[in-house]
């Protein structure tokens, strides 16, 4: 039984699911009572904890079907996750613009937009930079350690910072 919190002045729900939290869409009393059913608490934590703890590592079609079709490909699913993994390259990217633009364009496609985030990891440190889809990842570090530019950038910075929590990601600019 998802977790609800009422709102006063129009008589909705707000729903709350262990794998992906608080929900978009407000709930009516009569739609929760036609998908759900009332228990006691106690009744409902294991499953509520068995789902949240699932939900860590394994995507909703896993979950709920037993397989994932993306994941017996061997590609990774993100569906219903509450942690992902993403990869920032930052430090001073202008100088290697144009060589991550290629890669991310011969890895992922042509339409491929580069796109510049703002974040904070969990120990609080603020960092600027590109998002990496996680197919480009190699073939970038291959191409940039393998430049005199990318020697520096290494020195100065971590090319690359994964970053659990999807929350503390903020667009800056699609770019």
Not at 16 to 30: D, S, V
Not at 34 to 48: F, G, R, T
Not at 128 to 139: T, Y
């Amino acid at each position: 039984n998802p977790k609800q919190q009422y709102n006063p002045k129009k008589k909705l729900f707000l729903i709350y699911r262990p794998n992906t939290g608080k929900q978009l869409k407000l709930e009516t009393c009569a739609d929760l009572k036609k998908k759900y059913k009332k228990v006691p608490s106690e009744d409902a934590l294991p499953h509520w904890l068995e789902q949240y703890n699932s939900s860590a590592d394994t995507c909703t079609h896993a979950y709920w079907r037993g397989n994932c079709k993306k994941a017996g490909l061997g590609l990774v699913c993100e569906v219903g996750l509450r942690c992902r993994t993403y990869y920032v390259l930052c430090g001073s990217v202008l100088s290697v613009w144009t060589k991550v633009e290629g890669v991310l364009a011969s890895v992922s496609g042509t339409n491929v937009k580069m796109q510049i985030v703002r974040l904070r990891t969990e120990d609080g440190q603020r960092i600027v930079g590109l998002i990496i889809p996680a197919n480009c990842v190699s073939p970038l570090v291959n191409l940039l350690s393998t430049s005199d530019q990318s020697q520096q950038l290494a020195v100065q910075q971590q090319q690359i910072w994964q970053q659990h929590h999807p929350q503390s990601i903020t667009n800056l600019n699609n770019a």
